[in-house]
């Protein structure tokens, strides 16, 4: 064989086999990172969640599966708003990856997607604790758009184009909102401490606001009284754990509950709040009753469907205050500062002293006898 057709046997040699490597980095870049987007998370079956983990350590939070929904394991398996836990797997199905960046551990610190340094950490558990799927969102890309995430458990490291913003606190997931009434529905209010206690109503035309038994002498201030007057239209917990006591008078380790606040509707619904307060801090114990205890009859004669209206709102009323009792009895919660005040206002606070009117006329002093000048009555004359 001539040195000419060596020559080119040699070229063609090298040629397929640098072909041969490219094709393998290729190969090895299409099934490690793509670059058109995908979603990050594939094949998540949500029956399959038995816990998920928000952060590590001593301050990750955990939604533990119970029954039909989940409960935050971080404040005494409180139930947790299936809302809420909807909302966080619809946002992490949704999010998409383009460039792979990395699997190698060593670059995870820079990046910021460890489970020290990253802005949020998600895993999702088994029933035997081990992990299913999970990420951690890292810092936002130096150039261009994308936020460093990593996938779990294979650890690769992608941008991704719609990083979701994660709630990861224990009360995001739980329902805030403990009552909120209507004030047009508010027939009464009554506040008592050690002090004493006063009621409010609310006068015919639903407007203003009475004290009940005025002391001699006062009136009400203006402004003060609507805010204890309207204090459950919308009353929101901070936090929440479990009351170990459920006894009279209720006590929930150090906490004392000498304080009460009565709210009565026009529909005979009365929410009773207990009030503790420890270290500038306010904790309270919710209950419901219903006072209208005439048992609702059904069937007979003919009724008129106003009636029936009113029998069916009693009945939905009543029901709403045992689930109400159902749902909040058991628990103590914490509220802020600001709505504690309106909770817990001493009458002398709501009060001052009520001004005489006024005298635009001299009275004129009955022994005094008017007499009129007789010049003057000449002149008239």
Not at 57 to 68: F, I, P
Not at 81 to 102: A, M, N, P, V, W
Not at 125 to 153: C, M, N
Not at 341 to 348: A, D, G, R, V
Request: charged share 30%.
């Amino acid at each position: 064989m001539s040195n000419r057709n060596l020559t080119i046997l040699g070229i063609v040699a090298v040629f397929v086999v640098v072909w041969a490597v490219f094709q393998s980095r290729v190969s090895d870049r299409r099934r490690t990172g793509p670059d058109v987007p995908v979603y990050l998370i594939q094949g998540l079956d949500p029956a399959d969640i038995d816990s998920i983990v928000f952060g590590a350590g001593e301050s990750a939070v955990t939604l533990k599966r119970q029954g039909r929904g989940f409960v935050v394991v971080n404040n005494d398996n409180y139930p947790a708003e299936i809302s809420e836990i909807s909302d966080l797997l619809s946002k992490c199905l949704e999010i998409q990856t383009g460039q792979f960046i990395t699997d190698d551990a060593a670059n995870y610190e820079a990046l910021e997607v460890t489970e020290e340094k990253a802005r949020s950490v998600v895993k999702f558990l088994k029933p035997d604790s081990s992990l299913l799927v999970g990420f951690a969102i890292g810092k936002d890309k130096e150039l261009g758009q994308g936020t460093y995430i990593r996938l779990l458990p294979d650890d690769k490291v992608y941008v991704a184009l719609n990083t979701p913003w994660v709630r990861t606190g224990a009360m995001d997931y739980i329902k805030q909102e403990l009552i909120s009434v209507k004030r047009e529905d508010i027939e009464s209010v009554t506040v008592g401490s050690a002090n004493g206690e006063y009621t409010l109503k609310a006068k015919e035309d639903g407007e203003e606001i009475m004290l009940v038994d005025v002391p001699a002498g006062k009136k009400l201030k203006d402004g003060d009284s609507d805010s204890v007057f309207t204090a459950l239209t919308n009353l929101r917990c901070d936090d929440v754990k479990r009351a170990p006591a459920l006894r009279e008078p209720r006590k929930s380790s150090d906490l004392t509950f000498d304080r009460q606040y009565v709210c009565t509707l026009k529909d005979s619904t009365v929410y009773a709040i207990k009030i503790a307060q420890k270290d500038d801090k306010t904790y309270v114990s919710c209950e419901a009753g219903f006072t209208d205890k005439e048992p609702v009859m059904k069937g007979g004669e003919v009724e008129s469907e106003e009636e029936l209206k009113k029998k069916e709102a009693k009945l939905l009323a009543r029901d709403k205050a045992k689930e109400f009792t159902a749902k909040h009895g058991a628990w103590v919660y914490e509220i802020a500062e600001w709505k504690a005040k309106n909770l817990t206002k001493e009458l002398s606070d709501l009060l001052e002293d009520e001004q005489e009117p006024e005298e635009t006329e001299q009275t004129q002093d009955p022994n005094v006898v008017e007499t009129k000048d007789p010049n003057s009555v000449e002149a008239e004359s």
